[in-house]
């Protein structure tokens, strides 16, 4: 049984830093495309970072140049480092993978939700001013 289960959430402060991770279990292989989204009260669910198992990478234009996602294939692990943080980035941070590469837009992954299979439960990050 797949399972994804994320750590690294908590509340920091306008500028700070805080780094997730998401641990996956239960693949016979490692999956191809993995990725973070979030969901603040109120908001629909948006995608935060994608990363296929080539290595490339997707960001949602508000937090490039601030987040950097990564993966340990071998670890089966997946991070999201995340700097100068502000209180819009407040949100339940959800891991998500799929044992296919990510839907591909113009080359490049996509932040589209719908072609991940697979959700951890969430870490809650909270930004304060």
């Known amino acids: 049984q797949v399972q994804l289960v994320e750590s690294g959430g908590g509340s920091a402060q306008a500028g700070g830093s805080l780094r997730l991770s998401c641990a996956a279990s239960?693949?016979?292989?490692?999956?191809?495309?993995m990725g973070w989204f979030r969901q603040a009260p109120g908001k629909e669910r948006e995608g935060v970072a994608v990363?296929?198992?080539?290595?490339?990478?997707s960001y949602r234009d508000s937090v490039k140049g601030r987040f950097t996602i990564s993966r340990d294939n071998a670890k089966n692990t997946l991070d999201l480092q995340m700097n100068s943080l502000n209180p819009e980035d407040s949100a339940m941070y959800y891991c998500?993978?799929?044992?296919?590469?990510?839907?591909?837009?113009?080359?490049?992954?996509?932040?589209?939700?719908?072609?991940?299979?697979?959700w951890g439960k969430g870490t809650l990050v909270t930004i304060s001013t």
């Open positions: 990363i296929d198992s080539d290595g490339s990478t």
């Open positions: 239960g693949y016979t292989r490692s999956p191809r495309c």
């Open positions: 998500a993978a799929d044992r296919f590469g990510c839907t591909l837009i113009n080359g490049s992954p996509s932040l589209f939700e719908g072609g991940m299979s697979y």
